[in-house]
């Protein structure tokens, strides 16, 4: 069993909106930051949204701010990933990630994380 699992890509036209659902096993989401990575081909990881354990804060990347809203869902015991004003641009391999800490730092680096999903992939186009 993956100790991470993403859910929830597909493919969506420009403008449109995604969610992403992440769950975990044999650890509680609740006790870590959790966060979210993305890598289209080619291009470098990018560190798309981190929230804190405590649900108290939330970090995002600059290309996604105003656009993405991290979340978790208590009752599902899932963090979730909503994703709107979707561009071409936002394609890739959605990770979702565990943190090392309780709190995310300042920028969403992948050094802060100790465990990876599989992906999951979200295609944005006509």
């Known amino acids: 069993q993956l100790l991470l ?3 929830g890509g597909g493919l969506v036209q420009p403008g449109g909106s995604l969610r992403l659902s992440c769950t975990a096993s044999r650890f509680n989401l609740e006790d870590y ?3 979210w990575f993305r890598q289209a081909p080619g291009k470098e990881l990018e560190g798309v949204s981190c929230i804190n354990s405590g649900n108290d804060g939330t970090r995002y990347g600059d290309s996604v701010k105003g656009r993405f809203t991290i979340s978790r869902d208590k009752a599902k015991k899932t963090v979730d990933l909503q994703m709107s004003s979707l561009n071409p641009d936002d394609t ?6 565990k943190g090392r800490y309780r709190i995310c730092q300042t920028a969403i680096w992948r050094e802060d994380f100790n465990a990876w999903g ?3 992939q979200v295609t944005v186009s006509p």
């Open 92 to 97: 890739g391999l959605y990770y979702c990630v």
């Open 118 to 120: 599989q992906g999951t």
């Open 5 to 7: 699992v993403e859910s």
């Open 33 to 35: 930051a959790i966060g």
